[in-house]
């Protein structure tokens, strides 16, 4: 046995210390949600039968910012003095899942409605675009589940047993600015005129007063949803599919349209720009279409892939041909989003088998993620994501302790991010209270 081994064989384990608060950080949060008066407003709006609401989905929205997954581990808020830094006390494992499995869809638009008031009060504290341009990715995910038992989940177009969610995500900050969660079948256009329809009214209702423009890919494309998007005076830019009327005019673009544009080291990139018409009779449009057309440039690859493969996609933004592509081609920042909110707020997992109970799932990780990116933004701080905001910020732990008559929290001396977390909680303490 090792010197190191015997040393650390010594340590005896207890688990009573009552002035210990595990994952200490979260009192950014619970500062946070205080100035967004969240409380208030899920009290306000969302009536399902059940007592006290608010604190409930509180819980789940802490310890999804904790790295919580499942319903059970909402109790590690429930440890030592943690429920004193959040603003409100933290509910058992029990108790959320019976209050999850009280909404039924009705329940969860009135979750979605405070959504989308806590997004325009964050908007008003200074985390919203004001009047300068706004970028709305549209996108659905899979969560995979592995229980079939579990209602509403199905197989899809990916060929995974899970849920298909809808998603609209703020290009610039990687918040999520609506989602619908769906069954596992549904197509990835599914519902999504009335979708763009509900997002709209909330970025206007949250005081986006800029040009916005709307991008999706070729799942989404359809002229229902172009309708509209007109219809409310946003742009949009859509990669549509390489059917044959398509590609037909593809081809008619001649050999000298083609530009140049810069791309991979091995690959070669040109871009042009033609129309195409859909439609018939009265119902007949003619848009823009955009193709990039790529190839590689390795000698030897050249030979198994000789040929330009094209991407094309249509528009009404102003931008020129080359602008356009780079523009739409930034609508992948949509996946880092997506990613964001599974990895880092628990939609990696939906743990219910009751289909309400994973709606509001859902909208609580939603909820989570975005506050773990307003208090970035709110606190001047460079974006992060959900993970790394968690090690730096959150996962530390702390003793509450008295002095002189003051509460204080003890964190670990020399951690690294010491100062970018005193600035954070100085900035949101500054910010006024949902009567401010």
């Not at 083609?258 to 009779?281: K, L, P």
Request: charged share 20%.
């Amino acid at each position: 046995m090792s010197e190191s081994s015997r040393r650390l064989d010594r340590f005896a384990t207890t688990f009573d210390h009552e002035g210990l608060v595990a994952n200490a950080g979260l009192i950014l949060a619970g500062t946070l949600m205080d100035r967004l008066g969240l409380l208030g407003l899920i009290e306000r709006w969302v009536r399902t039968g059940s007592a006290n609401p608010g604190p409930k989905i509180c819980t789940v929205v802490a310890a999804m910012l904790a790295g919580g997954t499942h319903i059970d581990h909402v109790e590690m808020l429930r440890a030592g003095r943690t429920g004193r830094v959040l603003g409100f006390r933290p509910m058992a494992p029990s108790t959320v899942g019976s209050f999850l499995r009280t909404f039924t869809f009705g329940h969860v638009r009135q979750l979605e409605a405070v959504l989308s008031r806590t997004l325009a009060r964050a908007w008003q504290l200074g985390a919203g675009p004001g009047r300068a341009p706004l970028t709305v990715d549209l996108d659905s995910t899979v969560c995979e589940v592995h229980g079939k038992q579990k209602q509403g989940a199905a197989y899809g177009y990916t060929s995974v047993l899970g849920y298909h969610p809808l998603l609209a995500a703020r290009a610039d900050t990687g918040e999520v600015l609506g989602a619908r969660m769906r069954k596992g079948s549904a197509g990835s256009s599914r519902g999504v005129a009335r979708f763009a329809d509900e997002l709209v009214a909330n970025l206007r209702r949250a005081g986006a007063g800029g040009p916005t423009t709307v991008r999706a890919d070729s799942g989404f494309w359809s002229r229902k949803l172009i309708d509209r998007l007109d219809a409310h005076d946003i742009k949009w830019s859509i990669t549509v599919t390489l059917r044959s009327s398509v590609r037909t005019a593809i081809q008619a673009i001649s050999a000298d349209a083609w530009a140049d544009i810069d791309y991979t080291n091995s690959g070669h990139a040109q871009v042009a720009e033609t129309t195409y018409a859909t439609g018939r009779g009265k119902a007949k449009r003619t848009v823009r279409l955009v193709v990039r057309r790529t190839r590689l440039t390795d000698s030897t690859q050249q030979r198994l892939w000789p040929d330009w493969r094209h991407h094309a996609f249509i528009t009404n933004t102003e931008h020129d041909t080359a602008a356009a592509d780079e523009f739409h081609r930034a609508h992948a920042v949509v996946e880092l989003a997506i990613r964001d909110l599974k990895e880092g707020t628990g939609l990696e997992h939906v743990p219910s088998g009751h289909y309400g109970a994973n709606c509001t799932w859902l909208a609580c990780a939603v909820l989570a993620h975005n506050i773990g990116h307003w208090t970035d933004t709110l606190a001047g701080a460079s974006a992060a994501t959900n993970r790394s905001r968690r090690t730096r910020l959150v996962a530390l732990a702390a003793v509450a302790v008295n002095r002189s008559g003051t509460p204080t929290l003890r964190y670990p001396a020399r951690w690294p991010w010491e100062t970018q977390f005193t600035a954070t909680l100085s900035a949101l303490r500054a910010l006024p209270g949902p009567s401010g």
